[in-house]
């Protein structure tokens, strides 16, 4: 027997699974002053704090999308939710930075889990380019809103609660997103003929950790140093090895030559692009707000609102513009748009800055963000036939993901590189050698150094390096958003040589009524 069921509740289901995955993308980021202070993190353990969650998820998720083909789509959702709930309850008790490190890891593998399947499930319910742009375009307007309303959710949280609280959270409300995907979403028959490929797993997670774990510890390290050129020698390495294994294999986990399709690459390019900028602006910006500014948690999160209304305009708008006007134009609008934003923060950036001035730059990236990322998605999943549609949601994400990861690892190792070069030469020489050792640590650190010195007296000198961290680390983040904004360049550059005004045809694959959707197989 089979059960007719309601797509808008379908989309409803599916978005809130989004939602939830896509928000703790940055919910933690407004933590790490609190982290700072209480679990004594250091820059680099807060960069791994984001970046672990993102770095498995991302390392992840063509085996999940793999999986859920051949598995069953819905069950991999039901269980990706019950792992990322479970391991985030699990988070909010743990003591030490390497601890929470270590849940956030477990956290994204159960995001891995959950995440290409919403994508994959969608389009399997939503087959007419129309309808699919407009229910992709609500797919990236949640994603890109659960971003950006994830320092507002920690704020509040933090506002009231300790840091556990936004771990603790989680949990509920996954369990939730459960109960809806099980009542109203429907299940594809799997395909039992298609093979797993333990070797592209190995291979590509394995290029990811050596790429992302090299950038962020090149600050420390040094970028010329041994350590960092054979980190980066390592990736390389690991990549060809994927791309030959994928090539050679007779069931690839990822068909590489689809990247042949230029709608497809340029494509997965800009999306890669667009979430390098979203996820660097969200880690640097957060912390720009809570230190130099002086808002609180939940006051940073509530300024960031400007980014979550113009993504949800960009995205709605942009893909139903792509469908009438062509993916070209809107995608490298919406990067140009992203790119004009970075250079103007760049130029402008200063602790007395006008928030009205922040605002409109913010609603600049938003629009921009949208109109890149949506209808880059759409371009993505219009070039791959629906029956692969698990493996191309998972490129997707997998695009997104090493973006958003690479962005906190590249921004962030530019800051800090910047940052500690900045502050050694703007430090007092009264300083002690044991306190600016502290104060290169993190603008975080440093304030603490100031107070201290304030409190024991020594009112000048900590005010002394309280001017000097603030000088370094606007240093830092201007320098690097001189970098987001290059790339940015870039991807806009690509987008206009590369992508397609429109797709010359649709893959030929089948509709939501030739697919076996059973009630049984929800049960």
Known sequence: MTRTRSKPLILVALLAASFLINLDTTLVNV?????????????SQLQWVVDAYNLVFAAFLLTAGSFS???????????????????????GYVGTADHLIATRAVMGLGAAMTFPATLSLLTGVFTGRKERALAIGLWGATAGVAIALGPIVGGALLAHYSWSSIFFVLGPVAAAVIVLVLLFVPRAAPDRAHRLDPL???????????????????PDRGWNSAFTLTGFAVSLVLLVAFIVGERRTSAPMLDVRLFRN????????????????????????????QFIRGYSALSAGVHLLPVATAVAVGSTLG?????????????????????????????????????????????????????????ATEAI???????????????NDSTRLLGG??????????????????????????????????????????????????AQGHGALGAAVHAASVIAFQHGLSVACIV????????????VLFIPAHPEAEPVAPRLESVAWSEASDR
């Open 31 to 43: 933590a790490l002053p609190a982290l700072t202070r209480e679990l004594a993190a250091t820059t």
């Open 69 to 91: 083909d051949r598995f069953g789509r819905k069950g991999m959702l039901v269980v990706g939710l019950v792992v990322f709930g479970a391991a985030s309850v699990i988070g």
């Open 200 to 218: 592209g797993l190995v291979l590509s997670a394995g290029f990811m950790a050596a790429l992302i774990y090299t950038v962020i510890e090149a």
């Open 262 to 289: 230029m709608r497809f690459s340029a494509a997965s390019a800009a999306v890669t692009i667009s979430f390098f900028t979203l996820l660097g602006f969200i880690f640097l910006m957060t912390q720009f707000f």
């Open 319 to 375: 893909t139903r513009l792509a469908v009438r006007l062509g993916n070209k134009l809107i995608v490298t609008t919406g990067l140009v748009l992203m790119a004009v934003f970075y250079f103007w923060v760049a130029r402008d950036l200063d602790a007395s800055l006008s928030y009205g001035v922040i605002a409109v730059q913010m609603v600049v990236y938003g629009l921009g963000m949208g109109l890149t990322s949506a209808p």
């Open 381 to 395: 999943m219009g070039a791959i036939p629906r029956a692969k549609a698990g493996v191309g949601s998972a490129v």
């Open 405 to 454: 990861t690479l962005g906190v690892a590249v921004m962030g190792s530019v800051y800090a590189s910047l940052y500690a070069s900045k502050l050694t030469a703007t430090l007092p020489s009264a300083l002690p050698a044991s306190l600016a050792a502290i104060a290169h640590q993190s603008i975080g650190a440093a304030f603490e150094v100031s107070a201290q010195l304030a």
């Open 484 to 495: 987001a904004g290059a790339v940015a360049v870039g991807g806009a550059l690509l987008s």
